[in-house]
């Protein structure tokens, strides 16, 4: 075995049987490129900051890893600071009111949040920080475009995520999807097994949008939102 084999391997954790939703997958850098989000908000939301609790548990400590899950968490997370730049501990108190509501290790993934739950998350969460009426309504509208870019099963346990590839939320069509069983859940276009990557890495090798269009046989502007996805955080 080589010497870089046995760096990777004391790198990555051991294959275990948990479900696929709930495998390590993702590096925080990862994940934040996949939600357009600094890493240095994932990385304090992931492990906490200061003598603050992190907001979500991460699948993999040693080293830090992600689950398909944790990506959906952090995916409403970034919906409540998209408008609303709220101090950490006030959110830790609304998740750990949820959890307690709600029974649930991942209340912000409870199928009840989407609702009568979200009107109970929007009044405290309101009452901590002293949102105004007006905020409060902001931020259902922007709770609920994030809740419906989640695709569940039908036990309510979400599936699929269709993140958006743009700043403006009511412009993100739902063409690029993460499945953590297609693709080794990194995005592709939906209905396809096409990662963004890919796409992506031969845009700009120097193919154009309408070549890449061409050779996968797919519409332009799923190529155009593929780059999107890739590209425009970086």
């Keep these: 075995m080589t010497q870089n084999s046995n760096r990777r ?21 990862e994940a934040a490129h996949y939600l357009n989000v600094p890493v240095s908000t994932v990385r304090w939301w992931a492990l906490g900051r200061d003598h603050y ?31 609303h730049n ?20 991942h ?7 989407q609702t009568d739950g979200l009107d109970l998350f929007i009044d405290y969460f309101g009452s901590l920080v002293n949102i105004s009426a007006d905020g409060q309504t902001a931020m259902r509208s922007v709770l609920e475009a ?14 699929r995520l269709y993140p958006f590839a743009r700043s403006r939320i009511d412009d993100s069509p739902s063409i690029v999807v ?5 693709s080794a859940g990194r995005p592709v276009i939906a209905g396809t097994g096409l990662a963004t990557e890919i796409i992506a890495e031969r845009f700009k090798a120097g193919e154009s949008i309408e070549e890449l269009a061409r050779d996968y046989d797919r ?3 799923e190529i155009q939102e593929a780059l999107r996805c890739e590209l425009e955080a970086a």
Excluded: C
């Design 178 to 182: 993460i499945d953590p069983r297609v």
């Design 86 to 105: 709220v101090p950490l501990p006030k959110i830790r108190n609304a998740i750990d009111f949820l959890g307690r509501r709600f029974r649930s290790r």
């Design 146 to 159: 994030a809740l419906r870019r989640i695709e569940r099963d039908a036990a309510g346990i979400p599936i």
């Design 53 to 83: 609790a992190p907001l979500i548990t991460p699948a993999s400590t040693q080293p830090v890893l992600l689950s398909f899950l944790n990506l959906v968490e952090l995916h409403v997370l970034a919906a409540i600071r998209r408008h």
């Design 107 to 113: 209340p912000l993934l409870a199928r009840e949040l």
């Design 9 to 29: 391997d004391a790198q990555v954790p051991p294959k275990t049987k948990r479900e696929p939703r709930e495998q390590p997958s993702y590096r925080l850098s």
């Design 219 to 221: 519409p332009e502007k």
